[in-house]
T-cell receptor
């Protein structure tokens, strides 16, 4: 089976940097994805790592270490609009399994 | 970018009726589509994996006869909630991917309320 762990809540101030960690256990692994979901909306894709290392997309970066079954999402220059839930998801065995999500609150 | 359209966005129905939700990939062919259910403040729970031209694969605990899934073409999958009850009220979200190792693209979700 597949299981993921990520912190339930994170709070930070505007302009700061936040790192959301994700550890996983899985049988079969293609990659680790990150999604953002605002209240009442559907998830939107942020980043994907299939190989070890850092992927950078604007203010957001994602890191993967397959040997440690660990990844993180790094959000820089936080803005109020970044307040949302962030989910890591493991792609494997033909489907994606989501973590429970991390609620990020950005304060002024 | 890849776009997935889901319809309707919101539906209210009476207990005992059936509701159909459509999921379309607009600019790509999706050999596989996924249906998720999400309760407030909770994660996305995979209900079933839908493959074009074959029967859907349901996750453990999901009733096949209650949640009927049809993947009629490479761009369309439908979820029918049969004989809906208030406990079926939830946010239903479809997603699709172009290839096995490509990211998921989500529809905007359907908020179902059963009265």
């Amino acid at each position: 089976g597949q299981s993921l762990e990520q912190p339930s809540e994170v709070t930070a101030v505007e302009g700061a940097i936040v790192q959301i960690n994700c550890t996983y256990q899985t049988s079969g692994f293609y990659g680790l994805s990150w999604y953002q979901q605002h209240d009442g909306g559907a998830p939107t894709f942020l980043s994907y790592n299939a190989l070890d290392g850092l992927e950078e997309t604007g203010r957001f970066s994602s890191f993967l270490s397959r040997s440690d079954s660990y990844g993180y999402l790094l959000l820089q220059e936080l803005q109020m609009k970044d307040s949302a839930s962030y989910f890591c998801a493991v792609d494997g065995a033909g489907k994606s399994t989501f973590g429970d999500g991390t609620t990020l609150t950005v304060k002024p | 970018g890849a776009v997935v359209s889901q319809h309707p966005s919101r539906v209210i129905c009476k207990s005992g009726t059936s509701v159909k939700i459509e999921c379309r990939s607009l600019d790509f062919q999706a050999t596989t589509m996924f249906w998720y259910r999400q309760f407030p403040k909770q994660s996305l729970m995979l209900m079933a994996t839908s493959n074009e031209g074959s029967k859907a694969t349901y996750e453990q605990g999901v009733e096949k006869d209650k949640f009927l899934i049809n993947h009629a073409s490479l761009t369309l999958s439908t979820l029918t909630v049969t004989s809906a009850h208030p406990e079926d009220s939830s946010f239903y979200i479809c997603s699709a991917r172009e290839e096995v190792d490509s990211p998921l693209h989500f529809g905007n979700g359907t908020r179902l309320t059963v009265t």
